[in-house]
């Protein structure tokens, strides 16, 4: 059962950000991910879905994800869960958004993830990055301006990485100096193409069906970069059906070469799953350093 102190003040939050009085008469605890604790919340004004960690070992990491759901959000692109509020309350970090029920997969499904993915992939800006940092899993993404992708990977996601592995020692100096040896060669992998605002790890676990039978996602982790990361990241973990990506490809295409360079954008995700959980994830690592 969750504290009744904690219950008061997420209470009296609410009712602070939604300018009328919130009695929360329940909390039922759901399943969550490896960081939160996540919860639907009764109140006598509706439902909400809460999530909460711990504040010290997560900093800022509600505050980044409530400003980037908000980001999705304002494009009208794809569906989002609405952020409510975040905030602390003693030891624990919470964010509290819109409950969305599940529903049903309708037959048009995949289609229109996929054009709603290629809507929001369509949202520029001059650079590649974001405004602020924020996370991926638990660990930190970076998110500091390049005008060029291949900058922007090499520094903001696989160096930083590499070095995380290292200095825990779980990756060798040989293969810190493949990975930057590749980051050298990015310029001639990758062909040039303008930002795309990316949910940034896309995988089967962070989408749902919503009550429309439309595509909802959620567990942002947002910056403007290149929409084959979000693609290649679709393909990792399974749970997209081939339509999907036959869909996407119709509305969007991808430049030409896009099937050579999966591996190379499953580099990110392998080495945060890798420093994050260790095990079989190098072998995955190795075998894209490899064949590049």
């Known amino acids: 059962m969750m504290d009744e102190t904690l219950l008061t003040n997420l209470g009296t939050a609410l009712s602070r950000q939604l300018g ?56 009208g692109a ?17 964010l509290v958004t819109e409950l969305i029920e599940k529903g049903r997969l ?18 520029s ?24 992708w291949p900058v922007f990977y090499a520094m903001n996601r696989l160096l930083p990485l590499a070095r995380e592995a290292y200095d825990q020692q779980k990756m060798d100096k040989e ?38 039978g439309k595509a909802c996602i959620y567990d942002p982790a947002v910056y403007y970069g290149h929409r084959e990361m979000d693609l290649a990241m679709t393909r990792l973990f399974g749970g997209f059906d081939t339509r999907f990506h036959y869909a ?7 430049s030409h070469g896009w099937q050579s360079r999966i591996g190379v954008c499953q580099l990110y995700p392998l080495l945060v799953h890798y420093v994050i959980f260790g095990g079989s994830y190098f072998s995955d690592i190795k075998e894209v350093l490899n064949e590049f």
């Open 78 to 94: 794809i569906k989002v869960p609405q952020p409510i509020l975040y905030g602390t309350a003693g030891p624990h970090a919470f």
């Open 125 to 148: 800006q001059p650079n590649f990055g974001y405004h602020t940092s924020n996370y991926i899993g638990n660990l930190k993404q970076y998110n500091t301006a390049y005008s060029s």
């Open 248 to 254: 996407y490809q119709a509305v969007f295409p991808l």
């Open 175 to 212: 293969t810190v100096k493949q990975l930057e040896l590749l980051s050298k060669r990015l310029p001639d992998i990758f062909p040039s193409e303008p930002p795309s605002l990316i949910h940034g790890d896309l995988w089967s676990g962070n989408f749902m069906v919503g009550n429309n």
């Open 106 to 123: 309708v037959s048009d499904f995949w289609e229109n993830f996929a054009a709603s993915l290629a809507q929001l992939h369509r949202h």
């Open 20 to 75: 009328v009085k919130i009695q929360i008469n329940r909390t039922v605890s759901i399943a969550g991910g490896d960081i939160n604790d996540t919860y639907r919340i009764e109140s006598n004004e509706g439902q909400w879905f809460l999530k909460m960690n711990n504040a010290q070992k997560y900093p800022g990491m509600f505050a980044k994800e409530y400003d980037g759901l908000q980001t999705l959000a304002r494009t």
